[in-house]
């Protein structure tokens, strides 16, 4: 956002920017104010996992018809995406294992009934490998390997490196591009492993994001940049900073009228109780 | 935590203490270091959430019998709490309606296919009252008035303040003890409401807590108290701390062995394309 | 099905036909035996259930791009497809109400944890309305008059009599086509109706059929034909009869492989307790 | 029931019975009339489905405290008692696993998310082990040799047949009594593993059959009863018949009420189109 010609501050939204942004202040190399809207409660509760609960099932679906009952999926991470498409994928009969790095989230995952596993022991039996990692080379040659013959490989996760593509654009294995973002990828021995998207998000790529959604994303977004661009001088340094959890707050305020939902309200005495005011913020910043 | 008779720090728990910790930090009257292990990851998620989705259903059964499938419940409160209520009640077959202040929990509710509406609005179809707020007078007089005969009224949330007890203690109900931690009150047109442990919390009261998750959170406070006492001097000022994500990841590791979970591990590549060390933390510290 | 020119048999599949037949033959004027492959467990259970509940999710994604989360959903009839339907809505975030005329049906949905009402009652506040009826004009212009502005409408049943068209197309309300199988029918005050595929199913209109489910119904179609061929004369009189159960099984048993699902062996010992054979049928001919 | 002192008719309401009666039947040995109450839809669908669902989280709850979450359980039976053991421990976070005998059923739990397999191939990992097979030594010797310490084994089924407990009452097991309803069979290295209610029926012994099932099951009991008394001579011969499908629907309409469901009802129109009665009954009789 910029002010006469000078940039006034940054407010970013994908999952990678932040992590660079901190990088940037941490040096000292950080020049202007920046607000990570990707952490807001907002942003990661309902960009990434409904959403993703909803797209999945549309992108496999329009792509391959793949029916859910009873099919073995493997979701590579347990953050946000993760467990929208798990929640999905076990909703509609599959039988879903997760692979993770992260013990908490390994933990969230044998709590929500799924089993947690390296991708090495199931891939030979699943039907789909689904990556939700945000990291690089999740999936790779040794794993694909491995799968069975019309395994679907798709990435739910970020950018395109999740699965290790390069390992497979080698002159052994022949490509052949079935339909829109459908590839075959086939081996040697005619095993064909069925690639979405060449890798890329699939949500974005074969799917639809819900516009209800978008809504909740951009409106929070626009408040950002609203509150750097008013912002009185000093209220932010050349820092990165979580959104107001009032503003969070007001964006889901305005979402909830589709759903004819009614908000209670607090009286004089809960109010004071809670040590809040009655307007919110409700809760603490660091509260997900 | 003492040494030699001095008080070296605090780590606290419950959902209340917090709130008055900070309180006494920002008045500058809190006299040593405070961990606040009750907005861990592992506290809110897996004592509030799976905790509760478990009690929840043994401490209704235990004390009424009630069958599950088709009743109209109203949870009050839709934070991990009431999550984990919410959950295993629809799970069951329960029609499931949620009142909130908070619109961010108010829209995650809706998104999670619950109607969100006042308690004045339902309390006359519902069959189970079921309050989660951390809140004091939720359910009051007005609410029990309207209640219809035989509905069930209990307490997730916390303490004895959720529903408002003194304005039933009153001479025209009378109170009549059926059975161990459930007593009727009885109006003067001979409706009953049934109240399970006074008012007090069902999962404590009526039912168990699973020893798996006892076994998280008491791991998580143990492990605080050893930080405070071996932090070296200065690591920790008069204020109050989150639990060290680190620690966080450690407890979690240590309890994913009974699940036979397998975690994966990040290659040197992964990690530095993230930007984190291969034995983590893998998640900033607002991460939940 | 033909045999030197005559008439052998006849296998009907879809819902209209056994009834059909039924009135056929109380009247003597069946000609041939007919084989009821529309109510083996396969196609009931299989066909009906699985098959709806995979494809309507498909069908509504495709022509609407509606969220399911938090959407207010009412279906039309509870049997097989009903059953189906609302299974994957609510899986899914949606907040389903379910009408009825068959008590045991409704009885279902409410253990089920689905509000049983009817579409007058609820049709002002819903967001989708679906016919699974079997019948007809179970949807009429007194009810399309008073849905919301965006309602969508759609026919998951049979036929395309559910959804009272002619009641529709009248000269003061305009339809508008807006994409392929999207009418928009347009009210003077402007309310849109969202139609799909013109009131014909929608499974078939907008969506797929999972080839899996196909091939059951198709082997249970063919097994029956091969049976109708092969019989003895005298098995079957001019008369309708159910898919024998152990033809149902042995069409169940084909398709377990892609599963890598492992059938257990009766002993001998129990066998004989149970009184059946082996190698089945087992379980009696009503056994749904 | 006995007019006069002679017998006039046989109402069987469990699942051993009808096996038997039918026997008699085919060897003309059957001296009055028997209405088969057990395959009536409420009894199937509501007695051992929903009330199964229910009165097993309770009856586990209740003897072992055990958490359900991320629990390895394997149900061996997937006939309505087991779908509805399955559907509950699925919705609580349990990881299940099936066997059958029977293609169809071993077809729907694969659909409905389940991985089917045999007890040999699964015991040894498994946390809870539940028979619902209706069958005898469906978990023998050779399957509690293999059990880890600490497994969990119950029968939901029928009788106390279906766990072969002579293969345990043997001289180098050593038996605890632990608590009501709760022993541990001790194996000479130390490994216990935890049986209730001595292999008799769980929901019977250790939990409660919600009342609300009950009420169906008895008045389809009563129901039938009162139709061998009043119906005129030669209704019924010497045999067995299934429940007429008009009083199942109406002990199903009686118990709507409850959950404040309202019943739609066909136009004239609509019940011609249907070749069925306003009235009902509205299914035939071989539907469920």
């Not at 807001?40 to 996992?49: A, E, G, H, I, P």
């Not at 290790?164 to 654009?169: K, Q, V």
């Amino acid at each position: 956002m910029t002010s006469g010609g000078a940039l006034i501050g940054v407010s970013v939204l994908t999952a990678g920017s932040p992590t660079w942004l901190y990088q940037l202040s941490k040096t000292g190399r950080l020049c202007v104010p920046a607000i990570n809207v990707n952490d807001s409660v907002t942003k990661q509760k309902f960009d990434n996992l409904y959403c993703c609960k909803e797209s999945l099932l549309k992108g496999l679906k329009r792509t391959t018809d793949v029916m859910f009952g009873g099919k073995q999926v493997v979701v590579c991470g347990y953050g946000g995406v993760g467990k929208g498409c798990c929640a999905s994928l076990k909703a509609m009969g599959a039988i879903v294992y997760v692979t993770e790095v992260d013990p908490i989230c390994a933990l969230q995952a044998c709590m929500d009934g799924f089993r947690v596993t390296t991708l090495c022991e199931v891939v030979k039996q699943v039907d789909v490998v689904i990556t939700c990692t945000g990291n690089k080379s999740v999936v790779r040659r040794e794993h694909l390997d491995r799968m069975k013959n019309g395994c679907i490989v798709c990435n739910m996760g970020h950018s395109n490196t999740e699965i290790d593509l390069e390992s497979i654009r080698t002159a052994e294995l022949r490509w052949e591009h079935v339909r829109t973002q459908v590839h075959h990828v086939i081996w040697p021995d005619g095993k064909r492993v069925v690639l979405l998207a060449e890798g890329r998000l699939l949500n974005l790529s074969c799917s639809t994001v819900p516009s209800f959604v978008l809504s909740i994303t951009a409106a929070t977004q626009a408040l950002a940049l609203i509150e750097l661009f008013n912002a009185p001088e000093g209220r932010y340094k050349h820092d990165v900073y979580l959104l107001p959890k009032k503003m969070d707050e007001y964006v889901a305020s305005l979402h909830l009228s589709i759903f004819d939902a009614h908000l209670s309200e607090l009286t004089d005495d809960q109010a004071k109780y809670l040590g809040i005011k009655k307007q919110g913020p409700f809760k603490p910043t660091y509260y997900r």
